[in-house]
């Protein structure tokens, strides 16, 4: 049940929308199902001799407005309270009476008409439609005084919440208000007529969330913004010092012939010029760690710039998934992170996943969000990785690249897991379930792009010799714990067993690296946890991604000794590029 609620100075007009037509011939038989005083006149069943709807709302709009007149110049200048409450399209059709409950406790909770008090606000309660009403008052008390109105926005949906439970309607996710505006109904409507699948608003916002994307500057956010063909508009101050900026699509004018300008701030919460500036303030991103000697020989290889930026986003996206469950209140900065990961992934995604990839960036923006501050957290790297992703250009879905993507979502899908249970921990419910959406189209587009590679590893592991593949199959049985869901066909173990066979062949110890492996992050959320395991080893090992692929020089050297001496995780490959080099699109 979905309370929107907006103030207004025009009680006739209001009336003459709630039972005209509507705009598309939407409304059909309105009338009132509850009143103050339970005897107002009703318009769209007026039973009186010769009624003419147009006297009867006239009476009806008289009577809402008498305290407003009477109080003259002390009545608010937008005295009008108007709430639509909207049941889910999935929900039982409610009665009239069961309307006329639910408005007059949303009136009481909201404090416009306590219950037993003579002196409350006037309202109304049209029903037009089968699934929702619109509550009209005016705010103007029988006392002639004010009523008191803090938060009723909270109040209205706190007693929604409540009144769903109630009545065994579905329960919607509390807020905390830090969604980004929804579209209002005039452009879905605009948008509808015009063929387009989402609104302008919806547009813009996904194309500024996807400028800032690994920007190092300002001056670089504008010019992807205007890159992508998006209308920029600054807001200066006297001194010429940028003090905001504003957004519109290319055609998308109003009636008089202009364009429909969207601030940044109206798009969502985090796109502000200032919000968008204090992520750019976290330092050269390029910059952001130090590469280690074995990390910069893994970047020395044959593999692709997409296949390397995507090996070293897995890896940081695994330790972002790990500060999640440890770190606290500081790793908030981390889903910000993690959001732009996936956005520079759905950039340059191949096709073949593109859809599924977006829809998961779309999905988690809503993650990124809450009042929760991290005041000594760090997500450059995470930054940085993004950027690599951006400046590498897309990956081809084949060969190395489709398998280094498999690697990354597999990742993905875990780091919104653990983004899911840092917001449920903190009560954060539109944002943890906004998360496990994302893991579920990351699933999605991980089955797609994992199911080349994946394949020709099993035949790897079905083509070792017998007494390897029994010998290998016993470490896996051994270390892999019963709480991790093992396998039940030994033929799933396929290609975990031939990863490390090929981990064996670099010199390391299988049982050691196993262990590793699986120490190092919970199992329990894996939907696939002989996945999991193999993008983590070969990651690890610096294995190729695929089997075809060739193999890094660094993975005959870097793992001779005991698993657990591993080197560091690699820094960005961005850092190994030019510098200053504009992002390809």
């Avoid at 937008?78 to 399209?89: A, I, L, M, Y």
């Avoid at 109206?266 to 968008?276: G, R, V």
């Avoid at 992170?337 to 988690?364: F, K, W």
């Amino acid at each position: 049940m979905v309370p929107k609620i907006r103030r207004g100075s025009r009680t006739h007009g209001l009336l003459v929308y709630l039972f005209g037509p509507g705009k598309r011939d939407e409304h059909t038989d309105p009338h009132i199902v509850g009143s103050w005083d339970g005897f107002a006149p009703d318009p769209g069943r007026d039973t009186s001799p010769d009624p003419d709807p147009k006297v009867t709302l006239a009476r009806l709009a008289a009577a809402l407005d008498l305290r407003v007149k009477q109080a003259g110049t002390d009545a608010p200048a937008e005295h009008v309270w108007h709430c639509s409450v909207r049941t889910d399209p999935g929900d039982r059709l409610l009665t009239d009476e069961e309307w006329n409950t639910v408005a007059r406790r949303l009136v009481q909770a909201t404090g416009l008409a306590p219950e037993g008090d003579p002196d409350g606000c006037r309202w109304v309660a049209v029903r037009h439609a089968d699934d929702h009403i619109h509550i009209l008052a005016t705010m103007v008390r029988g006392d002639l005084r004010r009523p008191r109105m803090n938060y009723d926005k909270k109040k209205a949906q706190a007693e929604c919440r409540l009144i769903e439970k109630e009545m065994g309607l579905r329960r919607l996710k509390p807020g905390d208000g830090t969604a980004a505006k929804n579209p209002t109904s005039q452009e879905r409507f605009k948008a509808e007529r015009t063929g387009h699948t989402e609104t302008p608003r919806e547009t813009l916002r996904e194309a500024v969330r996807q400028a800032v994307t690994g920007a190092a500057t300002e001056a670089e956010f504008f010019a992807r913004l205007r890159s992508a063909g998006i209308r920029v508009k600054p807001r200066l101050a006297p001194s010429g010092d940028t003090l905001g900026y504003s957004v519109a699509l290319p055609g998308d004018r109003n009636r008089d012939d202009q364009p429909i300008w969207f601030s940044g701030s109206t798009l969502a919460p985090d796109l502000s010029l200032p919000k968008i500036r204090q992520r750019l303030a976290t330092g050269p991103i390029d910059q952001a760690a130090t590469p280690s000697a074995a990390d910069t020989a893994a970047t020395n290889t044959r593999w692709s710039p997409p296949a390397r930026a995507r090996r070293h986003a897995s890896q940081l996206a695994e330790r972002a998934a790990e500060e999640l469950d440890t770190s606290g209140d500081d790793a908030a900065a981390q889903l910000v992170g993690i959001g732009e990961l996936l956005d520079a992934v759905a950039q340059t995604s191949p096709a073949a996943t593109r859809d599924e990839l977006r829809a998961a960036a779309r999905a988690y923006e809503r993650a990124t969000r809450s009042h929760v501050s991290a005041e000594r957290a760090d997500n450059r790297a995470l930054r940085s990785a993004a950027r690599g992703i951006i400046q590498a250009g897309g990956a081809l879905g084949r060969g190395e690249d489709g398998g280094t993507t498999a690697m990354l979502l597999s990742t993905l899908v875990l780091a919104a897991l653990a983004a899911a249970r840092w917001h449920s921990a903190r009560g954060h419910a539109q944002q943890a379930a906004a998360s496990r959406n994302a893991a579920e189209h990351l699933r999605t587009a991980y089955r797609q792009a994992a199911t080349t590679p994946m394949k020709a590893m099993h035949e790897q592991g079905r083509a070792l010799p017998e007494p390897e593949r029994r010998r290998l199959d016993a470490t896996i049985r051994a270390a892999l714990p019963e709480t991790v869901g093992r396998p039940r066909q030994a033929e799933r173990w396929d290609a975990l067993a031939a990863t490390l066979a090929q981990a064996e062949q670099a010199g390391c110890d299988p049982d050691a690296l196993l262990q590793e492996a699986i120490a190092q992050r919970e199992l329990g959320t894996a939907e696939d946890v002989n996945d999991v395991l193999v993008w983590r080893l070969r990651r690890m090992v610096k294995l190729p991604a695929h089997p075809d692929a060739p193999r890094s020089p660094s993975s005959k050297t870097g793992r001779a000794q005991p698993a657990t001496n591993r080197a560091a995780t690699p820094t960005t490959p961005a850092a190994t590029e030019p510098r200053n080099r504009p992002p390809r699109r």
